[in-house]
């Protein structure tokens, strides 16, 4: 980076709001309550009820992120609030972001009413599979362009793998591992944003005095 | 005379240049504030690696020279120290730029 790249220097100020590991910790632990719906489900506990402790457990990871977020990164890094352009790339994410919770809503809404269908499962629903790879892979990309930030490339991957990994198993295996498969994608993740985390820490550690 | 005369206007952007942003860490620091709506005195101490007392005694000969405003404001009873590129240091800093661009680009190899 030259001194007088303000574009590198924009981008480097911007990554930095990423380094905390939180994030990567964040999304680890969302996949691994998705993991967790699957080994319920398997064990036969109701539907309703495993909605009702997903969105419990989704409410607290939601609220430990953003604890994390105030406790251990501000007082560490400082606060800093970007410029116009990075302003409205911030936005297009939130959108895109939006956009595909909103898909994903309306594609497992649809999938629940057909599911109920008095002929039986219909053929339609093996596509939510495809759905749901391209979903996360797009979404995660478009999120990694927009943000900045490279990992989320290879966290799309981690997020949509769980699924097909699940089907060739069950295929040529027989055995029903998504549980497993999806715990896996979440505990790199979490390994990745724990490393992270651990590095933040040591580099940032808490100023003597307030700033 | 004349050869004087040309020497003299060769070195006019030389003489523009702004001492005050002229310094490496000051130069860091306007930098930073450039590419950002503002920031707190920590971050920019995280970015720029220059030590408390360092940063401290840069932004105020910014804050004097007008280039750098600096708030101080309590969040959750903690005091925070806000830091923004004014209007008068957006110029300057866009001028040096263009100045100190104009001089290495007539500096003959």
Known sequence: MTLLNLNEIEKKAYRS??????????????????????????RGVSERLNMIILTALGVLIVLAFVIGKKRITVPRM?????????????????????GSVLAGLIVFLAALLISYHPAGRPKILFLLPAAWVANTIIVFSLLAYYLDCARLYAYGLLFALPVPCQIILKKF???????MTLAVSAAVMIFVGTLLLNRFLRDHPLPMKEL | MND???????????????????????????AYLSVVESADFLFLMNQTNLTRGNLSSHLSKLETAGYVEIKKEFVDKIPRTLLRLSEKGRIAFHEYRRNMKQVLDSLSE
């Open chain 1, 17 to 42: 709001t990423f380094q905390d590991g939180l994030w990567d910790i964040f999304l680890g632990l969302l996949l691994l309550n998705l993991a967790v719906g699957a080994l319920l489900a398997n």
């Open chain 1, 173 to 179: 295996f027989g055995v029903n591992l998504i549980t």
């Open chain 1, 78 to 98: 400082g606060v800093v609030k970007f410029g116009p352009k990075r302003k409205r790339k911030i936005w297009k994410s939130r959108l895109i972001l939006l």
């Open chain 2, 4 to 30: 004087e005369r040309m020497e003299n206007q060769n070195l006019q952007p030389l003489a523009e240049i702004d001492r005050v942003i002229h310094e490496p860490a000051r130069l860091l620091i306007l």
